[in-house]
């Protein structure tokens, strides 16, 4: 693939660099005899330059060499170094924010310095110094940051209401006119992606965000114990009330069993089932509202509360805030249920503990509503942004294009030889615990990429590893129930509304707290309905619905 070729593919690699630390040192070799001859006076030159290099870092704190910064290129009280500084080779220095969701085994090193940091920073021709963001504080971190100046130049979330909001106070910069500059290859993907701008570009016309495209649109699963049912006769439920039966008799089924186990996605996906998605707007008879003021909000709301209430989840979860109790649970086969998100059924764990665990991934289940789809994602990936304080973003570019290139590649498979092999152009991984120990991670830095996952794609990478054959099965069946049920979403994105964006923070706070504190307690799904309007119109929410429903007339049509 050259560097203005962008079409997403499975799998045809273009770069085999290694990911160790020792990948682009240079190999010993004998020097001609010339230049032997010259080596004394070649090495009197280099002692003197040192001697005057060590006179001119007197008096600093020359800490590892670095002249006052740590091992990872932060300075002494562990701040960024300033933007646009160049390195010892020259290259440019841009930070950036990567998702922390704990997930780095000790022996690989750290969010900030690890694999996939130093492979970066030896190919891409940038140094880029990572700033941990963890993913369930991101909002609270972001603002800290933004306020005290100290947001990385490249700021990464899921959110677009965090790009609207960023953008209206300033905090970040247009990019149509960096990319016209100094892009070719992001650039070309745009061009033949022109389903992403609207995703990117806010009200003034101008883009704000860098990304690509999905692997796939599906986000969110249900995993089940097949063995569990096929063991108490069975079938796998079709509804939300078979569910709950079912979660009734695996509590009774073995001893110590909490039937639920559960992930960010528990919530999300009790709201789909109901066609009332917490945070998102919905058409109600022409008026745009929120859909926690929906009756079929409050039923998503009863559901949790009677799951909570007849001990089908961990009654501590609202303290697991990392969820490490629910992947114990899940893992040890104190559970048999697991909503999680697509690629999360950590089977390979399960099987340690249980070899004989079979897992089956649910279809969506019927209400009195009728069936709604698991989550249709957006098709924009991470979406990232420019701090407004950024001084290179030719750098930054660059390191964007590089990405897309083909950057992505080893951060997605490894390295060829060691961590997969090539089949018909796909890399099918060898040793599925090496990979998820050594490459998962590397996933996160991947601000851009061209991954592309389709069921066949996935099954050829699978290879003969029968764990890695069941993942690839049942994230085959989610992709095909995504693209088989429809998936109710009135409006294709967050509405990019700034008084909704200065406001959506502060709501979402309030509802995960009336939600979780309503499923604990006795108090009723129209009582929290009650608190969350309180909080609506205390943060002036009335106003908002005006500009959103405004917003919404004059742009509906460009979605039909």
């Known amino acids: 693939m050259n560097e203005h070729s962008s079409k997403p593919h499975p799998g045809s690699l273009t770069r085999r660099t290694a990911a160790d630390p020792s990948a682009g040192r240079a190999e010993g070799r004998r020097l001609p005899a010339n230049d032997r001859k010259r080596l004394p006076l070649l090495l009197l030159l280099l002692c003197t330059v040192l001697m005057l290099a060590a006179c001119s870092t007197n008096g600093t704190n020359g800490t590892n060499g670095t002249n006052g910064t740590n091992g990872s290129g932060a300075d002494g009280d562990g701040q960024a170094k300033s933007q646009g500084q160049k390195d010892s080779a020259d290259r440019p220095i841009i930070s950036a924010s990567i ?83 100094y892009s070719t290859s992001y650039k070309a993907y745009l061009a033949e992606h022109p389903e992403l701008k609207p995703y990117l ?78 945070g998102e707007w919905v058409v109600e008879d022409g008026q745009v509202v929120q859909a926690v003021f ?66 089956t991934v649910l279809p969506p289940l019927e209400t009195k509503y009728g069936t709604n789809g698991y989550q249709l994602e957006v098709p924009n990936f991470l979406l990232t942004a420019f701090n407004k304080d950024l001084e290179d973003p030719e750098a930054a570019i660059r390191f964007i294009d590089w990405l897309i290139d083909g950057g992505w590649e080893p951060m997605t498979y490894g390295t060829e030889g060691e961590h997969y092999d090539l089949v018909d152009g796909i890399p099918v991984t060898k040793d599925l615990e090496k990979w998820q120990q050594e490459v998962a991670y590397g996933n996160e830095y991947r601000l851009v990429h061209q991954e592309l996952r389709t069921p066949d794609y996935l099954r050829i990478r699978a290879g003969d590893d029968p764990i890695a054959q069941a993942i690839a099965e049942m994230q085959s069946t989610i992709i095909h129930n995504a693209e088989t049920y429809e998936y109710r979403k009135d409006i294709p994105y967050v509405p990019p509304v700034e008084a909704y964006a200065s406001i959506a923070t502060q709501f979402e706070a309030k509802w995960k707290e009336i939600n979780v504190r309503m499923s604990m307690t006795d108090t009723t799904p129209e009582q929290a309905v009650s608190e969350l309007r309180n909080a609506w119109d205390s943060l002036g929410g009335d106003a908002v619905s005006e500009e959103v429903q405004a917003w919404y007339e004059a742009n509906k049509d460009k979605w039909s």
């Open 294 to 359: 929906t009756e079929r909000y409050r039923d998503a709301m009863a559901f949790r509360q009677q799951a909570y209430q007849e001990g089908l989840v961990d009654k501590e979860y609202a303290t697991d805030k990392e969820y490490s109790r629910q992947r114990q649970l899940w893992t040890t086969g104190r559970s048999g249920i697991y909503f999680a998100n697509v690629s999360d059924s950590m089977l390979a764990e399960l099987r340690k503990n249980d070899p004989e665990a079979a897992l």
């Open 201 to 278: 570009t806010l009200e003034d016309g101008q883009m704000y965000a860098i990304a690509s495209l999905r692997p796939t649109r599906g986000s969110t699963a249900i995993y089940i114990r097949q063995d569990w049912l096929d063991a108490l006769k069975l079938e796998v439920p079709q509804s939300v009330d078979e569910l709950l039966e079912v979660a009734n008799a695996f509590r009774a089924y073995k001893a110590d069993v909490v039937p639920i186990a559960m992930s960010t996605a528990y919530q999300p996906i009790v709201d789909d089932w109901f066609m009332a998605r917490s």
């Open 99 to 181: 998702y922390d969701r704990g997930q780095i085994a000790a022996e690989e090193g750290t969010y900030e310095d690890n694999r996939w940091t130093r492979y970066i920073n030896e190919n891409s021709g940038v140094e880029v110094q990572w700033m941990p963001i963890p993913r369930n504080q991101e909002a609270d971190k972001f603002n800290v940051l933004i306020a005290s100046e100290q947001a990385p130049d490249l700021m990464s979330t899921y959110n677009r209401d965090f790009i609207t909001r960023w953008a209206s106070e300033g905090a970040i910069q247009p990019l149509d006119d960096y990319i016209e500059q």
